[in-house]
């Protein structure tokens, strides 16, 4: 009995003993063993064998201990070279995500993963991985691939015979005469057929057709008509429109209560205010018409939709001159000519007969060095370069070459150009999947 009591103290004392060994060899051999699967794998891929290859390194990736990158990169390699079969892209892609998301994810990784999705023609996917990476690690090269590419664009192939700027995520078309709506990247909104349309505003834009003056919603449906004699008007914003009668302008809400003031010509509403004339002279009034800036001058410099004011700003002309008033006041220099601000950008100003652009607090910040230019819309300004137009970023540089007749202001990632087909809408890339700045 003892002798046997003696012989299971010792068998357990061995698989005691045994298991240890087994808990510490495992531990420690995990990193031994990655590398045992890479070797192997190497040896594969040496002899052009690389299907056989990809489970070892899947199996060496999936541990995780000292060689799991190694593991990882090899296998990558092995992905692309194998991208004719199965599904060996979405393992690349895959394994790029996965790396990507971690915290110690370098730049490297997502340098990799733009510079794939570039070649391949994915423009979006690589600006989604480059604004990923730029907000995680903060890399100078990852931006400067950015701004390389941030600015590539793709034609709508929709076109009309005219379109107007942009206004909010609608914008003025027009064709065979009569106007509509489309939507910011060109598609239709409203049909073609009145004679005028205004933006579209407060879930309506105003019409005229057959001499009537109405107001219609998103479903081109008839939600208010105006009962009066007015035979025009401008656009709507802020709910206000301009409204012309014989003696003048005169300003309308959207359900066509019209106010008993009358100017000589009026502007659209911006930010709460627009300009009007009276007496021969143009200044800025608030919404309960009061003058910001008292009607004294020869002109309020408008855009084409008739709106003045942005960023507290707005640019008066007096004679051959143009004045910059922020808040009111005067600042700034003098100026030839000007376009007015947009929100949150620089507006285009004429000096020496050429075109730069200024903040708003008169200081340059582009050269005056082109033949014509907008205000920046968004963070791009369109510029003319002998007889075509393009775009500037911020900095300066041409990152849309000058191929356009005519164009107009970014807005929302959508811009109007005029090409050999018409009107129609670029748009940048990097807003295709709303992913844009």
């Given at each position: 009995m003892r002798s046997y009591t003696r012989i299971l103290i010792g068998a357990g004392c061995v698989l005691l003993l045994l298991i240890s060994w087994i808990i510490v060899i495992s531990s420690k051999s995990t990193a031994e063993k990655q590398l045992i699967l890479i070797d192997q794998a190497a040896a594969l891929v040496a002899d052009d064998i690389y299907i056989l290859a990809v489970p070892l390194l899947e199996e060496a990736a999936g541990y995780n201990a000292a060689y799991t990158f190694k593991a990882e990169e090899a296998l990558k390699d092995l992905y692309l070279k194998l991208t004719n079969k199965g599904d060996f892209i979405s393992k690349y892609t895959g394994l790029l995500d996965k790396q990507m998301n971690r915290k110690d994810a370098g730049p490297e990784i997502f340098e990799e993963a733009a510079i794939y999705y570039l070649d391949e023609s994915k423009i979006t996917n690589a600006l989604e991985v480059l604004k990923a990476g730029i907000a995680k690690t903060g890399d100078a090269g990852l931006i400067a691939l950015y701004e390389n590419n941030r600015y590539a664009f793709e034609t709508i192939k929709t076109s009309y015979d005219y379109i107007a700027a942009i206004f909010g995520p609608t914008v003025q078309?027009?064709?065979?005469?009569?106007?509509?709506?489309?939507?910011?990247?060109?598609?239709?909104?409203?049909?073609?057929?009145?004679?005028?349309i205004s933006t579209f505003s407060y879930d309506r834009a105003i019409v005229k057709k057959?001499?009537?003056?109405?107001?219609?919603?998103?479903?081109?449906?008839?939600?208010?008509?105006?009962?009066?004699?007015?035979?025009?008007?401008?656009?709507?914003?802020?709910?206000?429109?301009?409204?012309?009668?014989?003696?003048g302008w005169r300003l309308s809400t959207g359900d066509f209560t019209v106010g008993v003031k009358v100017f000589q010509q009026l502007g659209m509403y911006s930010g709460g205010y627009a300009a009007a004339k009276t007496n021969g002279k143009w200044g800025v009034i608030d919404l309960a018409m009061k003058w910001l800036i008292p009607p004294e001058y020869d002109g309020i410099i408008q855009d084409e939709l008739g709106r003045c004011y942005a960023q507290n700003a707005v640019f008066a002309r007096q004679g051959g001159s143009v004045y910059l008033f922020v808040e009111g006041k005067q600042v700034g220099h003098v100026y030839e000519d000007a376009r007015p601000f947009q929100n949150g950008g620089w507006a285009a100003v004429k000096r020496n007969g050429?075109?730069?652009?200024?903040?708003?607090?008169?200081?340059?910040?582009?050269?005056?060095?082109?033949?014509?230019?907008?205000?920046?819309?968004?963070?791009?300004?369109?510029?003319?370069?002998?007889?075509?137009?393009?775009?500037?970023?911020?900095?300066?540089?041409?990152?849309?070459?000058?191929?356009?007749?005519?164009?107009?202001?970014?807005?929302?990632?959508?811009a109007p150009v005029l090409t050999e087909r018409g009107w129609q809408i670029i748009r940048l890339l990097e807003y295709k999947k709303k992913v844009g700045l």
């Open positions: 078309v027009q064709t065979d005469g009569l106007w509509g709506l489309a939507r910011a990247d060109g598609t239709s909104l409203i049909a073609c057929e009145y004679e005028n057959n001499g009537e003056i109405y107001a219609v919603d998103s479903n081109n449906d008839r939600i208010a008509k105006l009962h009066g004699e007015a035979m025009d008007f401008g656009n709507y914003a802020d709910n206000c429109i301009p409204l012309i009668f014989d003696g050429k075109w730069g652009f200024i903040d708003t607090a008169g200081n340059e910040t582009v050269d005056f060095v082109f033949d014509d230019a907008l205000s920046f819309g968004q963070h791009l300004a369109a510029v003319k370069i002998d007889e075509l137009w393009g775009y500037i970023s911020v900095s300066g540089q041409v990152v849309i070459e000058p191929i356009f007749m005519e164009v107009k202001s970014f807005s929302g990632g959508n």
